[in-house]
């Protein structure tokens, strides 16, 4: 028994410092999540709709990869829940998420 309770308080000590690791080279938690620092945010959109809050934040991201310059952030926040889903995008995948969004709102009568 003595080994076993070793070996997972190793594990939970290796995973909380390769997570923390991770939150000091990305900055924050949004920046580990999305793989990458964040530079800035260039802005949000709030939606509310029956007592649920979400939000979308564009983050320009610091990065070396091409696949990870724009970071899209959506957050979700109900009651006593939360959630962060993230989203790391090329140069054109952005291009093409913004001329699908603007196609969409267009086509809005």
């Not at 724009?70 to 952005?94: D, H, M, N």
Request: glycine share 8%.
């Amino acid at each position: 028994m003595e080994w076993f309770q070793l070996f997972v308080w190793g594990m939970t000590a290796a995973m909380g410092f390769y997570m923390l690791s991770r939150l000091v080279k990305a900055r924050s938690v949004a920046g580990m999540m999305l793989g990458a620092p964040i530079r800035r945010t260039v802005g949000e959109v709030q939606v509310t709709a029956r007592r649920v809050r979400q939000v979308a934040r564009i983050h320009v991201l610091e990065s070396t990869e091409p696949d990870r310059a724009v970071g899209f952030e959506l957050t979700s926040k109900a009651g006593l829940s939360y959630g962060i889903v993230p989203l790391s995008l090329s140069k054109e995948q952005a291009r093409r998420l913004a001329q699908l969004l603007e196609e969409a709102a267009s086509a809005v009568k």
